[in-house]
């Protein structure tokens, strides 16, 4: 079966230690992005990329950082320069940059305590 | 002002009811969406618009580009109905940013 995958579902950490978030895809989608949720607000973007190898900050960067060495895989690193870590982190992929689904994974649920 | 404005925030309704949930936005878009999301947490694609109504079983969406206005609606809800409801858009600009609602919750009650 096609689809995203994150893992882990919940994640603990103490405050001021790196944690990298995980996110695979095999729809063979070109395009992949990381998105918080907090409890009242809309997803926002942190991080996107359009293809292998490329990646931009989206409007809530800070704090995070990504790569994206295999078209598969998307990994989110939320450093401890984020003040507020503490979220429910979503990863979505889209066919191409601009292509009009984006399919979800199931999030990862991030507390730092 | 949000970009994209949910209406209600929240929604009780019994099993049986008709269910309306309102988005209006305030960018030119090329496409809206309309996405649910289970008490789990994942997210799911209902219906993507750029005109007219669309139909999925008990579930129909609909939009005015000369109002701006999305609705979403839900036949004989039943308590598998109860999720969060998300609009989203695709604004015009230059950089074809989604911009998310914040979602309507909905409870179905048996």
């Known amino acids: ?113 | 002002k949000n970009e994209v404005e949910q209406s209600p925030q929240n929604l009780t309704a019994q099993e049986g009811e008709f269910i309306t949930i309102n988005c209006s936005y305030s960018v030119g878009i090329s496409a809206l969406h309309w996405l649910q999301q289970h008490p789990g947490g994942g997210i799911v694609s209902l219906f993507m618009l750029s005109s007219g109504k669309k139909k999925h079983g008990r579930l129909i969406a609909t939009i005015n580009i000369q109002e701006k206005h999305s609705s979403l609606h839900i036949t004989a809800s039943h308590p598998r109905d109860s999720a969060v409801y998300i609009c989203a858009v695709r604004s015009r600009r230059w950089d074809d940013k989604i911009i998310f609602g914040k979602g309507t919750r909905l409870h179905i009650l048996p």
């Not at chain 1, 395009?31 to 190898?53: E, F, H, K």
């Not at chain 1, 295999?70 to 979220?87: C, H, M, R």
């Open chain 1, 1 to 113: 079966d096609g689809g995203i995958t994150q893992s882990p579902k919940y994640l603990f950490r103490k405050e001021g230690q790196n944690v990298t978030l995980s996110c695979e895809q095999n729809l063979n989608h070109d395009a992949m992005y990381w998105y918080r949720q907090d409890p009242g607000q809309g997803l926002r973007l942190i991080y996107y990329s359009q293809i292998v190898n490329d990646f931009q900050k989206g409007d809530i960067a800070e704090g995070y950082s990504v790569s994206r060495e295999k078209k598969e895989s998307f990994p989110l690193t939320v450093t401890s320069a984020q003040k507020n870590p503490t979220a429910f982190y979503l990863c979505a992929s889209s066919i191409v940059w601009g292509g009009n689904e984006q399919f979800f994974g199931p999030g990862t649920r991030l507390t730092v305590l």
